[in-house]
């Protein structure tokens, strides 16, 4: 069982940058593809960024091309998102997810394993 805890969210203004930290309990983790999700209250979970166990592919939802970043340290089981030019439509709860086989990185089904979030707040 592998266990996911998120960090990193905060209130930030319009602008601004943040770095999400997904850190996993088990070397497993390594191995598995993980993605960054976000749920805005009242609204399904979409699909943020994902990255593979070896970091040789990357995948953005359109709406955070350019602006978001993600990243793994496998030797810190830990992943990142690196936000850039938050807009008040940022405003959710983020989750990391893992998972071992996962071939549609932008579905949530594919994903073994999820954290229990981190909220992100952007002023306007």
């Known amino acids: 069982q592998v266990q996911l805890v998120e960090s990193g969210g905060g209130l930030v203004q319009t602008g601004d940058s943040l770095r999400l930290s997904c850190a996993a309990s088990?070397?497993?983790?390594?191995?598995?593809?993980v993605g960054w999700f976000r749920q805005a209250p009242g609204k399904e979970r979409t699909f943020v960024a994902a990255?593979?166990?070896?970091?040789?592919?990357?995948y953005y939802a359109d709406s955070m091309k350019g602006r978001f970043t993600i990243s793994r340290d496998n030797a810190k089981t830990t992943v990142y998102l690196q936000m850039n030019s938050l807009k008040p439509e940022d405003t959710a709860l983020y989750y990391c997810?893992?998972?071992?086989?996962?071939?549609?990185?932008?579905?949530?089904?594919?994903?073994?394993?999820w954290g229990r979030g981190t909220q992100v707040t952007v002023s306007s």
């Open positions: 990255i593979t166990w070896s970091s040789r592919n990357t």
């Open positions: 088990e070397r497993a983790f390594n191995t598995y593809t």
């Open positions: 997810a893992a998972g071992r086989t996962v071939k549609a990185p932008f579905l949530p089904s594919q994903y073994d394993y």
